[in-house]
């Protein structure tokens, strides 16, 4: 599936791309203020645990099955279900304000 329509991409045409680079630098833009936010809200702030951040972190990024995956592999197992929670309610979230601002831009265009 995914691995094998990647492994047929040509690197050269990939990297000469003039839409990669403002893409890579939102993708890094977003991964790093998610980072800050998490280091001061959740660590400084709220004085949460550090391992519920990354689980938290992986969820938002990956969603419930590589949190999940994350949590056993660490040997966290105490972690396995919520982080599948996380996840799954961030789907849940993250589908509803989709769909919000997508109503939003179908009203004003």
Known sequence: GLLTAGATTNLRILLSSAALWPLLAFVF???GVQGVVL?????KWLRLDVRDLLLASNAAVGGPATAAAMAAALGWT??????????T???AVGT???MAVGFMCK???
């Open 78 to 87: 105490d972690r396995v279900s919520p982080a599948i929670m996380c996840g």
């Open 29 to 31: 833009i977003i991964l």
């Open 107 to 109: 009203n004003f265009l």
């Open 96 to 98: 509803l304000l989709g």
């Open 39 to 43: 280091a001061l809200v959740g660590r």
């Open 89 to 91: 309610l961030g789907y």
